[in-house]
T-cell receptor, first 115, second 115 residues
């Protein structure tokens, strides 16, 4: 079985300051991990993915995430927040072992950007 | 290249009715997965179809069913609608599906309201 815990339901930062969205995962297999973003009334867009290559993954729009196996974490960061980053962010795990898991989503973190 | 298309975008149904939602994946993608998104439960995996066969199934009652056609288009059916079925239903397409950890592309969803 696999699970994802997003440690913060809401994160508020000022424009131009760093962003940190925290994610811990649990998986019986070597996981693939993803971050998706959902803007209001829009579908989900892939920000970045980890699939057992480099542990530091760079994504779109200046986001990156670091896979830390010892901490079972996959936190999302961005050096400088922009107003357009305001959205809901989902950490997602996909197991390689099959079963009925599909993609397992965290509960989401609502990112608020203060002007 | 066209993205994932879900129709209709909005739907209002009465309790006890049934509903069919449609998803057209990206050309060349053989996997279609369905997810239910609600404020309380977040994003939950319903099922995945690959080459017209259901490959994975989440923990939903039998009222939720689906199918996939030879052109990879997929339909999801919910029978005997309940108020709790009100949700955003998202469809995701990928080349190989979650088991192969390939990137999933999401449609904008169908917003179902049951009254």
């Amino acid at each position: 079985a696999q699970s994802v815990t997003q440690l913060d339901s809401h994160v508020s930062v000022s424009e131009g300051t760093p962003v940190l969205l925290r994610c811990n995962y649990s998986s019986s297999y070597s996981p693939s991990l993803f971050w998706y973003v959902q803007h209001p009334n829009k579908g989900l867009q892939l920000l970045l993915k980890y699939t057992s290559a480099a542990t530091l993954v760079k994504g779109i729009n200046g986001f990156e995430a670091e896979f830390k196996k010892s901490e079972t974490s996959f936190h999302l960061t961005k050096p400088s927040a922009h107003m357009s980053d305001a959205a809901e962010y989902f950490c997602v795990v996909s197991g390689a072992g099959g079963g009925a898991d599909g993609l397992t989503f965290g509960k989401g973190t609502h990112l608020i950007i203060q002007p | 290249k066209a993205g994932v298309t879900q129709t209709p975008r909005y739907l209002i149904k009465t309790r006890g009715q049934q509903v069919t939602l449609s998803c057209s994946p990206i050309s060349g993608h053989r996997s279609v997965s369905w997810y239910q998104q609600t404020p309380g439960q977040g994003l939950q995996f319903l099922f995945e179809y690959f080459s017209e066969t259901q490959r994975n199934k989440g923990n939903f009652p039998g009222r939720f069913s689906g199918r996939q056609f030879s052109n990879s288009r997929s339909e999801m059916n919910v029978s005997t609608l309940e108020l709790g079925d009100s949700a955003l239903y998202l469809c995701a397409s990928s080349r190989q599906g979650a088991l192969k950890n390939t990137e999933a592309f999401f449609g904008q969803g169908t917003r179902l309201t049951v009254v």
